[in-house]
């Protein structure tokens, strides 16, 4: 496969990927981040990192908003929950595990 059908690819499976985060905003952020240490916030700030890598000037916020397709803080209002006491001991004993790897 060329490098350019391989990174068509890749963009049409990174659309997919918010696509179908868009279509379970009951997943939560902080859902992503106990099961697989990641969140939308995440890939916005790699969104960022990746065009200011590319000569794109992409700044976080334009990043999320890209990432929830819409302003954070209208997402957050929205559909964001309040984290749950099991969620946060959950996301509490993921990151002690990280520091022990």
């Not at 490098?3 to 997943?27: S, W």
Request: proline residues 2%; hydrophobic residues 40%.
């Amino acid at each position: 496969m060329d490098k350019h059908t391989q990174t068509e690819i890749e963009a049409a499976v990174f659309r997919r990927f918010l696509q179908h985060l868009d279509e379970n905003k009951d997943v939560q952020n902080i859902d992503l981040m106990i099961l697989a240490d990641f969140c939308r916030n995440c890939l916005a700030k790699w969104y960022s990192a990746a065009a200011t890598e590319n000569g794109e000037s992409v700044d976080y916020e334009q990043a999320r908003e890209i990432v929830y397709g819409m302003p954070f803080s209208e997402w957050k209002e929205k559909f964001q929950g309040k984290a749950t006491p099991e969620q946060l001991a959950a996301f509490e004993a993921r990151q002690a595990t990280k520091k022990h790897d």
